[in-house]
């Protein structure tokens, strides 16, 4: 178990979410268009849920971040600002 003063950042995949939650204190949760799957509860921690898949273009059913997504994802980690452990988790664990 990591110290939450030191803060620092955990990735894991969606299976393994429960094992590592409570290690987070907030939560980036990652889940590709083509996954159809729910997002997960993570309780009351700050949480940002974002849904594309890990391409760098759109193409078929496969949707890239957009503009406004990474604009998000850049807010909530400024807010974040490395106090206590942010948990990112998509399907996998590996993008």
């Not at 995949?13 to 429960?18: A, C, D, E, F, G």
């Not at 949760?29 to 993570?42: A, T």
Request: proline residues 4%; contains cysteine; glycine residues 10%.
């Amino acid at each position: 178990m990591r110290d939450h003063r030191e803060g620092g950042i955990i990735v894991c995949s969606y299976q393994h979410l429960p094992l590592m939650m409570s290690d987070a204190d907030a939560v980036i949760s990652l889940l590709g268009r083509s996954d159809k799957l729910e997002f997960p509860d993570v309780g009351r921690r700050p949480t940002l849920r974002l849904k594309f898949d890990d391409v760098q273009y759109s193409a078929g059913t496969w949707v890239a971040p957009s503009r406004q997504d990474i604009g998000e994802l850049i807010e909530f980690a400024r807010s974040w600002a490395g106090h206590g452990n942010l948990l990112l988790r998509c399907r996998a664990g590996s993008s």
